[in-house]
């Protein structure tokens, strides 16, 4: 037996998502259910969630933009 889950969503947020599962080959009913079997497996929320730091959210803000060519030297300074 099935049942529905409903809820709302910016409407941006929705083709965003709907593009990024289109990339990874999943619809986002799929990526959810991958959410929810991976939430329950672990007795919460599968990934790490916390506030950024005031220096990412100083550069989210920013117009200026520092770019990495290595990911890790990114979070590096990030981190700092």
Known sequence: MTS???FRMDQK????????????GLTPAEAFRIFA???IEVGGI??????PTPRLTEAINSQDYIE?????KGLDWLND
């Open 13 to 24: 947020d929705k083709q965003d998502l709907e593009a990024v599962m289109h990339r990874v």
């Open 68 to 72: 990495f060519d290595d990911p890790q």
């Open 37 to 39: 079997k991976k939430a």
């Open 46 to 51: 599968p990934f790490e969630v916390a506030q």
């Open 4 to 6: 529905q889950v409903h």
